[in-house]
C-alpha cells in the first residue's frame, strides 16, 4: 500500500492542508495519499469545502471507543487544542493498524515542504519511528533561552512524527500518556504531547532521530542550522543540508517579516504563494505587517458558522 501523510486541523484550516499536501506532491515522486483529521463532527463542516485530493476523516471517525474516545472525554468540551494535540498518535496507529499503512507520517498543517521527502519514508525501512530534534542550541552562553527551552518543551519538535508498522506500540505509549498528561508547566517539565518523545528512545527500540538539519527548519534553530545562501539563490544548511521542510510557526514567521531569518524569505513567499492558491484572501504577510486581516469565508455549515480570524489561533503558537 501506498504510504500515508497526515494532518490535524479544524475546518477552517483547510486551505493550509491543502497547501501542504501540495508542497508533498509538488516533490514527491512516488504515489501516497493524504489524510486530514478535522477536529469536528462530519455534519459540521460544508462537503463542498473538504480538498478533494485528500482523506478526510472526523471525530464520528476516530473518537468511537478506545483511546481516541478516552482523549475526546477528557478534553474536547473543555480544551480542544489539547484534544487535537493528544490525537496525533491516535490518528497515526489508526492508519497503520485499522486502515493497513505501512508508513506514516505526520506534520503540522504549517509546515511545507521544499525536497523530496522519499529518504524519510526509506528511513522507516530500518527503524519505526523518526523524530525531529527541535536543533535550538548546545550553547548556553550564545543562545541562553533556547538552550533552556530544551529542558522545559521538548527536545523533540512535535510537529513532525513518522512512523511504520513496528513502531505502534510506541504511539499507543504517547497517546495513553497524552490522555494521563497533556499540559504546559515547565516546573515539571511538561509540554503539551511533545515533551513525552523526550522518554520513547529509552522505552522503545527503532527509535531514530533525525540529523538531517534541513528537517524542520524554524526560527529556534538559526543557530544550529545555520541558512548559507548559495550561488543559485538556495539556501543550505551549515553549507551542507537543503531545505526538506520549514516550520512556518508564529515565531518563524514573524523571524523572517522582521529581517531576523531574511535568507527565508523567498521560501516563505512560495509558502504564502501556495496557501492563496487554495484560499486567495489569504496573505499572512499582510497580517503579520498589520495585524488587520479578515477571514471572508467560512468552511463550517452554516448552522454552525462563526465569525472567526484564523490566524489568532496562529499568535498563540
Not at 514527491?28 to 463532527?41: E, G, K, R, T, V
Not at 463542516?45 to 473538504?50: G, S
Not at 483511546?67 to 497503520?96: C, H, N
Request: glycine share 6%; charged share 20%; aromatic share 14%.
Amino acid at each position: 500500500m501506498h504510504p500515508a501523510f497526515c494532518t490535524i486541523i479544524t475546518p477552517d484550516y483547510i486551505p493550509f492542508a491543502s497547501a501542504l499536501n501540495h508542497s508533498i506532491s509538488s516533490h514527491l515522486n512516488i504515489s501516497y495519499n493524504f489524510i486530514i483529521f478535522i477536529s469536528a463532527y462530519r455534519k459540521q463542516v460544508a462537503p463542498n469545502a473538504l480538498p478533494h485530493a485528500a482523506q478526510v476523516l472526523f471525530i464520528d471517525d476516530l473518537c468511537v471507543d478506545g483511546l481516541g474516545l478516552a482523549i475526546y472525554d477528557k478534553y474536547y468540551a473543555t480544551d480542544k487544542d489539547k484534544f487535537r494535540w493528544s490525537m496525533k498518535p491516535v490518528l497515526m496507529q489508526y492508519l497503520l493498524e485499522s486502515r493497513g499503512y505501512e508508513k506514516v507520517i505526520y506534520t503540522d498543517w504549517d509546515i511545507h515542504f521544499f525536497e523530496n521527502p522519499l529518504f524519510l519514508l526509506e528511513l522507516l525501512d530500518q527503524h519505526n519511528v523518526l523524530l525531529s530534534p527541535h536543533f535550538r542550541s548546545s550553547d548556553p552562553v550564545a543562545d541562553y533561552d533556547n538552550y533552556i527551552l530544551q529542558f522545559n518543551s521538548g527536545i523533540y519538535n512535535g510537529g513532525f512524527v513518522a512512523a511504520g508498522k513496528g513502531g505502534t506500540a510506541a504511539l499507543a505509549w504517547w497517546a495513553k500518556n497524552c490522555l494521563a498528561i497533556c499540559e504546559k508547566d515547565t516546573y515539571k517539565g511538561q509540554f503539551v504531547d511533545q515533551t513525552h518523545l523526550n522518554l520513547m528512545p529509552i522505552f522503545f527500540d527503532g527509535v531514530y532521530s533525525l540529523k538531517h538539519r534541513g528537517c524542520n527548519v524554524a526560527n529556534w534553530n538559526r543557530l544550529e542550522c545555520r541558512r548559507e545562501k548559495q550561488v543559485d539563490g538556495t539556501v543550505q544548511i551549515n553549507d551542507q543540508y537543503p531545505i526538506v521542510f520549514i516550520h512556518f510557526t508564529k515565531s518563524t514567521i514573524t523571524g523572517i517579516l522582521t529581517g531576523e531569518d531574511a535568507s527565508l524569505m523567498p521560501y516563505f513567499k512560495k509558502f504564502n504563494a501556495c496557501v492563496q492558491q487554495h484560499a486567495p484572501d489569504i496573505d499572512m504577510n499582510q497580517w503579520y505587517l498589520t495585524g488587520h486581516f479578515q477571514q471572508t469565508n467560512s468552511l463550517l455549515n452554516p448552522a454552525k458558522r462563526k465569525t472567526k480570524n484564523i490566524f489568532r489561533k496562529i499568535m498563540k503558537i
